[in-house]
């Protein structure tokens, strides 16, 4: 069995509470970040560690933080981004209600890495619970010196502000939370410059997501080495990730594992298989916005580069499961409701393009489909992909491009035949 990592005290009734939370060894990995480590030598181990951000993008950590200037006329920023949109995702929800203090402790140690005194935990209005949590435990911080001037008597500062979001999935991509955060409508910015020089109020700005924060209060207790050797096998990635699973499984939930781990020993290993004993037809292995698995594409590993190479991604972790009954088309158009619905529209070609391709795959699932129906899908996903400022338009072009080619016989079924041959319509 692995060894768990975040999730490790998940079943302890008062993790939640600073007493639980210390109880279980909390906050030491903050006191020997204080105690024994110079602010670049913790940014030279969360490197070693191969930490990668685990919000969807999966750059280096420590190199991230690498890039903010050191001596900043301008007062520099954490931005803790906890608007956890991306469909098929759930960890972060359960990081915030069960594991609160982790994330603050992880928020810390990054601040005083960077030299940061101010930070913001950016929330997803949904996130009602959560949000409630997390204020309890940073008044509870704040109480016992974790948290506010002089934080365990070194001299060092931080203070931590939660913002409720509203519920807008593109303020889930940095810049676009950004903007909302300073209190505008959430529409990315062209990048560069980048956050780490010009981020919140034009000031140096480091934006990690709740899991990547929560791994830093293990690496700094334990040592770059040992979360680095979790995932031996995978050179460019330590320790482990949480994995979101639903669908057609029969035991879906979130898994703790190290990057390692195949798709397949996700699914069969760990969620317990299909329900029914029913044949695997697709997966998502990243969230709604990673391009579709086949059943003979799961012997891949969940590090990010495997995943790449398999030409899909890690994303946010959101493992999304389909058996042999589900219709390819009716699941992409459910996909492609939400992109057309969520588009900020400031780029033209995601603006109008969600949008028609909500439309076309709207016709084939009701039965008025085209024959040149798939071909069309396919074209406007092309003129998206590469083409918006920020990401959102490839991750609603990718689903598109995927599905229509790796079950294209389905579409082209539909589109013929003005019916669905898996759901016998």
């Known amino acids: 069995m692995a060894e768990l990592v975040l999730t490790k005290n998940f079943g302890v009734p008062d993790f939640h509470t600073i007493e639980g939370y210390i109880r279980c060894g909390g906050y030491e990995g903050l006191k020997k970040t204080l105690e024994e480590f110079t602010p670049d030598q913790v940014i030279e181990e969360v490197k070693k560690s191969n930490l990668r951000g685990l919000g969807g993008a999966g750059f280096s950590t420590g190199m991230k933080w690498s890039f903010v200037p050191k001596d900043s006329s301008k007062p520099k920023y954490l931005v803790i981004n906890a608007d956890e949109g991306e469909p098929g995702t759930f960890k972060d929800r359960y990081l915030l209600e069960k594991a609160p203090h982790m994330l603050i402790e992880g928020a810390v140690i990054a601040a005083y890495a960077v030299g940061i005194h101010t930070a913001y935990v950016y929330i997803r209005g949904e996130y009602v619970k959560p949000a409630r949590i997390l204020q309890n435990a940073i008044e509870e911080a704040y109480a016992h010196g974790f948290l506010g001037k002089n934080i365990l008597g070194k001299g060092f500062d931080l203070d931590m502000i939660i913002h409720r979001g509203a519920g807008a999935y593109i303020c889930g991509e940095e810049t676009g ?24 109020f034009k000031c140096p700005t480091v934006v990690n997501n709740v899991e990547t924060l929560s791994q830093l209060p293990h690496i700094m207790k334990n040592g770059a080495a040992w979360f680095a050797n979790i995932c031996q096998g995978a050179p460019k990635c330590g320790g482990t990730r949480i994995f979101s699973v639903s669908g057609h499984v029969n035991r879906p939930g979130i898994y703790e594992l190290p990057l390692t781990v195949t798709l397949r020993e996700i699914i069969y290993d760990h969620a317990g298989g299909i329900p029914g004993g029913k044949k695997l037809k697709a997966v998502i292995p990243g969230g709604s916005s990673a391009p579709v698995l086949t059943a003979d594409e799961i012997d891949v590993k969940m590090d990010f580069d495997s995943l790449m190479a398999a030409k899909t991604m890690g994303g946010s972790g959101g493992v999304i499961v389909m058996d042999e009954d589900t219709c390819m088309v009716k699941a992409l158009y459910v996909l492609a409701k939400f992109y057309a619905h969520e588009s900020c529209g400031q780029c033209t070609p995601c603006r109008e393009g969600t949008g028609w391709i909500a439309k076309i795959l709207y016709r084939l699932v009701h039965g008025d489909g085209r024959p040149g129906d798939p071909d069309t899908l396919k074209s406007v996903a092309d003129n998206i992909a590469g083409n918006t400022i920020c990401p959102f338009g490839d991750g609603a072009a990718w689903p598109v491009q995927s599905f229509v080619k790796k079950f294209r016989s389905e579409f082209e079924y539909h589109a013929k035949e003005r019916k669905c041959d898996v759901l016998k319509t």
Do not use: T, Y
């Open 177 to 200: 939370l950004l903007e909302s955060l300073e209190g505008k409508k959430g529409w990315p910015r062209l990048k560069p410059p980048f956050p780490a020089i010009v981020g919140l």
